[in-house]
């Protein structure tokens, strides 16, 4: 598992694994039922601290990517990617109501809000 962080990208460390993680599992590199490095093995190869990667599988276990038996380690669930699919969608919906209410806050107009997000999301693409 190739999992690379970076200490620039003001995003936390557990969130980079998350990510990262989620994404080999929805593309198919990491199929259902392939065992994940141990908790305290990933922390080592990435060196960080295994507090940090403890979050990030308890997290990918909350979004049922990954299911952890005691005693035997992590595996990628077998959830189908549909499920996995909708559960990524209520994220994202989730975020989009905090840059709504935050927006709002702001007293952005839905125009203003739209184009904001259209420009984001074309540089994103490049």
Same mark, same amino acid.
């Given at each position: 598992?190739?999992?690379?962080?970076?200490?620039?990208?003001?995003?936390?460390?557990?969130?980079?694994?998350?990510?990262?993680?989620?994404?080999?599992?929805?593309?198919?590199?990491?199929?259902?039922?392939?065992?994940?490095?141990?908790?305290?093995?990933?922390?080592?190869? +990435?060196? $960080?601290?295994?507090?940090?990667? #403890?979050?990030?599988? &308890? %997290?990918?276990?909350?979004? =049922? /990517?990954?299911?952890?038996?005691?005693?035997?380690?992590?595996?990628?669930?077998?959830?189908?990617?549909?499920?996995?699919?909708?559960?990524? +969608?209520? $994220?994202?919906?989730?975020?989009? #109501?905090?840059?709504? &209410? %935050?927006?709002?806050?702001? =007293? /952005?107009?839905?125009?203003?809000?739209?184009?904001?997000?259209?420009?984001?999301?074309?540089?994103?693409?490049?």
């Amino acid at each position: 598992m190739n999992i690379l962080i970076s200490s620039t990208s003001g995003e936390p460390i557990y969130a980079q694994i998350v990510g990262q993680v989620r994404q080999m599992i929805l593309q198919g590199e990491l199929q259902s039922g392939t065992p994940l490095p141990s908790i305290r093995l990933l922390a080592k190869e +990435l060196q $960080i601290s295994v507090i940090t990667t #403890k979050r990030a599988y &308890e %997290e990918l276990e909350r979004e =049922g /990517l990954i299911n952890s038996i005691v005693g035997k380690g992590s595996f990628v669930s077998g959830a189908d990617q549909e499920f996995i699919r909708e559960q990524r +969608l209520r $994220i994202v919906e989730n975020k989009l #109501k905090e840059i709504i &209410e %935050e927006s709002t806050q702001l =007293g /952005l107009t839905f125009d203003e809000l739209t184009e904001m997000l259209k420009l984001l999301y074309e540089e994103e693409k490049e």
